[in-house]
């Protein structure tokens, strides 16, 4: 069973910790759901190793309940269109759906952490790459010549 659990796992890195994870959610899941992932935050965030995170990408995309993913992309993002200056991933999700319709959240979320992650990173942002530079606040903080700032935008698979 582990090291079945292991070989699927084991291209993403530190397999061993997450094939333990894996194993622990699996066996809170059986013993507290009847098997099936709930679908609801509060059942969620019970579940060894969910936050609230990783319990409202689950009711997105799983359930579709919409939800606002609060992560390091997001809420660098976020902060440098200038919708806050807050820090507290709870409070940021707060500010963001005041301004964001519910049906958007999910999609939202997609789309931030994916330009995060690809364009707009924490130390060298691609602004002179980034399709949203004429509506950005913050354009300038990165490298803003077309040809160096395509040069750091990431194309593989996420991280
Ligand atoms: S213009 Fe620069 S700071 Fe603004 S979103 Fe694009 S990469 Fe980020």
Not at 83 to 107: F, M, N, S
Not at 110 to 127: E, N, S
Request: glycine share 10%; aromatic share 6%.
């Amino acid at each position: 069973m582990r090291e079945d659990v292991e070989s699927i796992v084991g291209p993403l890195g530190f397999f061993r910790a997450k094939t333990e994870a894996i194993i622990k959610l699996s066996d809170q899941l059986v013993q507290k759901f009847n098997g099936e992932v709930p679908s609801r935050l509060v059942d969620l965030v019970s579940l060894p190793g969910v936050g609230r995170k990783t319990a409202n990408v689950v009711l997105g995309n799983a359930f579709g309940v919409p939800g606002i993913t609060v992560d390091t992309h997001f809420g660098r993002m976020v902060r440098r269109f200038g919708w806050t200056t807050l820090e507290d991933p709870i409070k940021v999700e707060a500010v963001v759906g005041e301004l964001i319709p519910r049906k958007e959240w999910t999609a939202l979320s997609h789309v931030l952490i994916f330009h995060g992650r690809r364009i707009c990173h924490a130390k060298k942002p691609a602004c002179g790459a980034c399709p949203v530079a004429a509506w950005c606040p913050s354009y300038g903080v990165g490298e803003t010549e077309p040809e160096a700032a395509a040069t750091l935008v990431k194309t593989g698979p996420p991280r």
